[in-house]
């Protein structure tokens, strides 16, 4: 998703693309699906594909602080590093939307900014939840949100 940031087609125009990819599907087959110049649909993937490690750890641990029990809904491997970033982002939405008792998930313009600041100050890692000590308990850990 934060790979995606500046590109002229919409997420879900993109996802649309890195869905085929993940099952294997080339540029010039999704580009021809999508409707979209081939030179772009490869950008995505290549794009895609150079974050696809970091996506996946990002999006997994969003999904497990998600869920109510994790070992349920982890995606197994799929194969490649594309479709494990895929299965990972993926598995977050249903997540997400099970979560909010299935209604749709909204994220307001604020948590994206907060989101891509913290993307542009210490890329993937710095969206990972990080352990902080509560200052009212001394043996017990919290995990909070980073705060920008």
């Known amino acids: 998703m934060l790979s995606l940031v500046r590109r002229a087609d919409a997420a879900e125009v993109v996802g649309a ?9 080339g540029s010039r087959r999704i580009a021809e699906r999508l ?10 993937l290549r794009c895609w594909s150079r974050r696809a490690g970091r996506a996946t750890a990002v999006f997994t641990a969003w999904l497990v602080a998600l869920a109510d029990d994790p ?5 197994a491997p799929a194969g490649s590093a594309v479709a494990d970033a895929v ?4 598995g977050f939405a249903f997540a997400a939307r099970v979560r909010s008792g299935g209604k749709p ?3 307001t313009r604020g948590t994206v900014d907060r989101w891509l600041r913290l993307w542009r100050e210490g890329g993937f ?17 919290f995990w909070t949100w980073p705060r920008p």
């Open 17 to 25: 693309g890195l869905e085929p990819a993940a099952v294997g599907w």
């Open 105 to 107: 998930v909204k994220i």
């Open 87 to 90: 299965c990972a982002v993926i």
């Open 71 to 75: 070992s349920q809904v982890l995606p």
């Open 125 to 141: 890692d710095a969206l990972l939840r990080r352990p902080v000590r509560s200052p009212r308990a001394r043996r017990r850990r």
């Open 35 to 44: 409707g979209r110049p081939v030179t772009t649909v490869r950008g995505w």
